[in-house]
């Protein structure tokens, strides 16, 4: 996994941190034991504030480690349980952008029933008896010759969502080689990326919003 390191911060506090997640961070330590953003983002406070003991870095959230963009960690036990509350209640508004195979047009609303199979870590359009509900709004921002940018705001949070979705509609992401992706990207990642995080401050209740442009990686231009 690429390191951790300082540019990533996109906003900071002394309840939250913002930041920008390469392709193939992991958010969380899962059973592959790789190191993760969540360890080492305690690392980096550690050494900034010169801290002798324990540091706290709560995961609110989390993205596919192929996908990039903006995640927010809270910093005291008290952010994680007010932001928790705010996710929980789908509060927060999440705009993610997808590089996705073939020709989209206008704007669309996707209403489906999802159910992740655990073996396979991937998740399956049913009937609505026995998945649950996953909805999503797109649209197109622009069109290449195999490929469509479109913007994604979701109304739910599923396992593998966006990917899964698109991919039913007959438009897999770009590079997503487990919901049919013709070809793989270079890096091992796929065209989606946490493009804007809009949500209340837990302490202040202010109103925060911040973006994150697309990974200049190559992959993203057709």
């Known amino acids: 996994m690429e390191a951790f390191d300082e540019g990533q911060v996109v906003y900071e506090d002394n309840h939250l941190i913002v ?5 193939g961070q992991l958010v969380q330590g899962d059973k592959t034991g790789d190191a993760c953003l969540a360890d080492e983002i305690k690392a980096y406070l550690k050494t ?12 609110i959230h989390r993205l596919d480690r192929p996908t990039s963009g903006l995640v927010v960690f809270a910093k005291t036990s008290k952010a994680l349980e ?12 999440k705009i993610y952008h997808a590089l996705v195979q073939g020709s989209l047009k206008g704007e669309g609303e996707l209403s489906h029933h999802l159910l992740k199979n655990e073996p396979q870590n991937k998740s ?5 008896t026995k998945g649950k509900h996953a909805v999503l709004r797109y649209q197109v ?3 290449f010759h195999h490929y469509t940018l479109v913007k994604i705001e979701l109304d739910t949070g599923r396992h593998h969502q966006i990917r899964c979705q698109m991919a ?5 992401l770009k590079g997503d080689l487990k919901y049919g992706a013709k070809r793989s990207n270079g890096n091992n990642g796929i065209c989606l990326h946490s493009a804007e995080l809009h949500f209340t401050h837990p302490v202040s209740l202010a109103s925060l919003a911040f973006t994150a442009a697309l990974p200049e990686d190559g992959n993203w231009i057709q």
């Not at 900034?48 to 995961?59: D, R």
């Not at 007010?82 to 508004?93: E, V």
């Not at 399956?124 to 609505?128: A, F, G, M, P």
Request: net charge positive.
């Open 19 to 23: 930041v920008n997640k390469r392709v």
């Open 141 to 143: 921002l622009n069109t």
């Open 168 to 172: 039913h509609l007959g438009h897999p």
């Open 124 to 128: 399956y359009v049913v009937d609505s």
């Open 82 to 93: 007010r932001m928790n509350l705010q996710f929980q209640q789908r509060q927060p508004k």
């Open 48 to 59: 900034k504030y010169q801290k002798p003991g324990n540091v706290f870095c709560g995961v």
